[in-house]
């Protein structure tokens, strides 16, 4: 298993940044592929940002496309997600998750383990 702990998120105004850290501990980090998703009151949880095990591989939501960046360190078993030019749409808390498969389907039933989100909320 593996436990996962967010960190980063506050109040900012549309056209802040924000970077989120999600701590992992427990089996390696290495094996696993993590995602970042958010999920709005009301609304379901989707896939903002994924990274694969190495880092090399990286996927966006079209709506974060040049916006926001994912990137991880594997030796200090963390992920983040730096987010520029934030607009009143992107509140939300936003949750980081991992998976153990290599690649693959980008749905939030896909991830095995989740960390308990932290609110991200952009003024107008």
């Known amino acids: 298993q593996v436990q996962l702990v967010e960190s980063g998120g506050g109040l900012v105004q549309a056209g802040g940044s924000l970077r989120l850290s999600c701590a992992a501990s427990?089996?390696?980090?290495?094996?696993?592929?993590m995602g970042w998703f958010h999920q709005a009151p009301g609304k379901e949880r989707e896939l903002v940002a994924a990274?694969?095990?190495?880092?090399?591989?990286?996927y966006y939501q079209d709506s974060v496309k040049g916006r926001f960046t994912i990137s991880r360190d594997n030796a200090k078993n963390t992920v983040y997600l730096q987010m520029n030019s934030l607009k009143p749409e992107d509140t939300a808390v936003y949750y980081c998750?991992?998976?153990?498969?290599?690649?693959?389907?980008?749905?939030?039933?896909?991830?095995?383990?989740w960390g308990q989100g932290t609110q991200v909320t952009v003024s107008s």
């Open positions: 990274i694969s095990r190495s880092g090399i591989n990286t």
């Open positions: 427990g089996r390696t980090f290495s094996s696993y592929r």
């Open positions: 998750a991992a998976d153990s498969r290599l690649w693959g389907p980008m749905s939030a039933s896909a991830y095995d383990y």
